[in-house]
């Protein structure tokens, strides 16, 4: 299985500052169409995962732009520029290369 | 707007069968080429990915689980179900059905459902 490892594990944050959370592979998520096959989903209290982003750094739908992915191979980057309020909860990374999927242990954003 | 409901048991005893179901509106199952999955999520390891299967009935499962999972779709009823076998206290979790956000292949899922917590106990 690949393994995905998300540091750090929690994260305080001051509203209008910026937060990074990194995720590491064990395995490259590349695939041989050239795709990178790793997003990135925040859980807020209460409610399922919601889909931030996909293939590194394309924003899903309605997701605003203060939100942005990076990185390659095996390390991946997700980026708040200016924390909200609204943006606390726990973030998560998942590969979907190779069966099973996996995803990271999460990274807990609080304010 | 695709969205999901889940249905079932909160509570199974231990050697039972966990059932749920998830059923789908806004969309029909059997007119879109996606891989519907089931995931789990614990205190102790996070989220799991349990399985998805396809609208003609193919299943992948994850091997931690595979012996005891079996993932059905019924297209006549628009909905997909989870039945895993023989649960302990380990198989306590809160439970997602969750759709792939593009068809054809294995993303980023989008829409989930609304998540079943699942404590199997006597």
């Known amino acids: 299985d690949i393994v995905m490892t998300q540091t750090p594990l929690s994260l305080s944050v001051t509203p209008g500052q910026p937060a990074s959370i990194s995720c590491k592979s064990s395995q490259s998520l590349l695939y041989t169409n050239g795709e990178t096959y790793l997003y990135w989903y925040l859980q807020k209290p209460g409610q399922p995962p919601q889909l931030l982003i996909h293939?590194?750094?394309n924003r899903f739908s309605g997701v605003p732009d203060r939100f942005s992915g990076s990185g390659s191979g095996t390390d991946f980057t997700l980026e708040i520029s200016r924390v909200e309020a609204e943006d606390v909860g726990v973030y998560y990374c998942m590969q979907s290369i190779q069966l099973p999927l996996t995803f990271g242990q999460g990274t807990k954003v609080e304010i | 707007q695709v969205q999901l409901q889940q249905s079932g048991p909160g509570l199974v005893k231990p050697s039972e069968t966990l059932s749920l179901t998830c059923s789908v509106s806004g969309g029909s199952i059997g007119s879109t080429n996606h891989y519907w999955g089931w995931i789990r999520q614990t205190p102790g390891k996070g989220l799991e990915w349990i399985g998805s299967i396809y609208y003609g009935g193919i299943t992948s499962y994850n091997p931690s689980l595979k012996s005891r999972v079996t993932i059905s779709v019924d297209t006549s009823k628009n909905q997909f179900s989870l039945r895993l076998s023989s649960v302990t206290a380990a198989d306590t979790a809160v439970y997602y059905c969750?759709?792939?956000?593009?068809?054809?292949?294995?993303?980023?899922?989008?829409?989930w459902g609304q998540g079943t917590l699942v404590t199997v106990s006597s």
């Open positions: 969750a759709r792939p956000f593009r068809n054809n292949g294995y993303c980023g899922f989008d829409p």
């Open positions: 293939e590194v750094s």
